[in-house]
């Protein structure tokens, strides 16, 4: 996946960013400028990225139009971002509602935006990263498609997490000796708790910086728990429009939070590309490690 427009550079607006500076190859810093993300942490890191519109739509559910590509009008820029987050993280999980609407994607640095996939290698190498991060695909239903690139390409090291049911369904089918399957116990209702997920994934995986591109419902797990340090929020400027009971999705999906336990949140940066805003929230306040 790619754009064929050339990123533009990140305006600096406000920074409160925490953590170590990211060895960023000289091109990415020119876009970037100094990027820091916690780089040392004694328990996982847990990151979410996302783009939304300005009223708050990150997919807009329609045939052929799914996926935050036609959110954030598929900016370069964004991708750009989507791939350092990528090449730094040890771990990226996402819901298996994410692989059947974008079948055929790989959650990778490269695929996202291939014109810098030397400087994402790069950037890998200087953070001592010897091995791609691991894709985990997470699903209650164990409905998954193994035929799809993903767990056929053998190009990235691949975690399935399921039900004790949902592996029953994954082992009907041939699974690549390259697939880790997992399975746990769901809460009631059905999901898999954001601290189970985790813990097979620190089990699976070296490090402890884990990004999370969703989707909504998995986004809710880990904020529902209080799992999630830090959301990336690209703020596109567009309007996608609601009419009732559309089943657009917003940034998270599954629970209220406000009133009676609104999630408040710290701002830690803002960059500007355009008229995108690139915004950074912590979620949970932690102890200098
Ligand atoms: N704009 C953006 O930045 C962005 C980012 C991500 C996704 N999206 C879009 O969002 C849409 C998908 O939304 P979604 O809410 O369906 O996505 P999702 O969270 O990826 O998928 C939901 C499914 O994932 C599994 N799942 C999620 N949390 C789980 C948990 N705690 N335990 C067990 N299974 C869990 C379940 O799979 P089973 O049904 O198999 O049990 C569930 O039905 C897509 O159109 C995607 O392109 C947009």
Redesign the pocket.
Same mark, same amino acid.
């Given at each position: 996946m790619s754009t064929d427009k050339r990123p533009e550079t990140f305006v600096p607006l406000y920074s409160q960013e925490r953590g170590d500076k990211l060895p960023l190859p000289a091109s990415l810093a020119a876009l970037l400028g100094d990027f820091r993300l916690p780089l040392k942490t004694q328990s996982p890191y847990v990151i979410g *990225?996302? @783009? +939304?519109t300005i009223d708050g739509v /990150? %997919?807009l *559910?329609e045939q052929g139009h799914? $996926? &935050?590509g036609p !959110? +954030?009008g598929f900016l370069a820029s964004d991708h750009v971002l989507m791939g350092v987050l990528r090449a730094a993280a040890d771990a990226i999980i /996402? &819901? @298996?509602?994410?692989?059947?609407?974008?079948p055929g994607h790989r959650w990778t640095a490269e695929y996202i935006y291939p014109a810098f996939a030397q400087e994402y290698r790069d950037l890998r190498l200087a953070l001592g990263k010897t091995i791609p991060p691991l894709t985990v695909l /997470? +699903? @209650? %239903?164990?409905?998954?498609d193994l035929n799809q690139g993903l767990f056929q390409r053998r190009e990235v090291p691949v975690l399935i !997490?399921?039900?004790p049911e949902?592996e029953k369904r994954v082992r009907t089918k041939k699974i690549p000796s390259w697939v880790q399957l997992a399975s746990v116990q769901?809460q009631q209702g $059905?999901? !898999?708790?954001?601290q189970n !997920?985790l813990t097979l994934v620190e089990q699976a995986c070296h490090g402890q910086l884990f990004l999370t591109?969703?989707?909504?419902?998995?986004?809710?797990?880990f904020l529902s728990e209080g799992q999630l340090d830090e959301l990336f929020l690209?703020l596109a400027p567009q309007l996608a429009g609601h009419i009732h009971n559309d089943q657009r999705?917003a /940034?998270v999906?599954?629970a209220h939070f406000a009133p009676d336990r609104p999630l408040w949140s710290t701002l830690q940066s803002v960059r500007l590309v355009g008229s995108h805003l690139f915004l950074r929230y912590a979620f949970r306040e932690r102890e200098r490690e």
């Open positions: *990225n996302f @783009a +939304s /990150v %997919s *559910n799914t $996926g &935050g !959110i +954030s /996402v &819901g @298996a509602g994410t692989l059947r609407d974008e /997470v +699903s @209650a %239903s164990g409905h998954i !997490i399921t039900t949902g769901p $059905g999901n !898999i708790s954001a !997920i591109e969703g989707g909504p419902q998995l986004l809710n797990a690209t999705p /940034v999906m599954g």
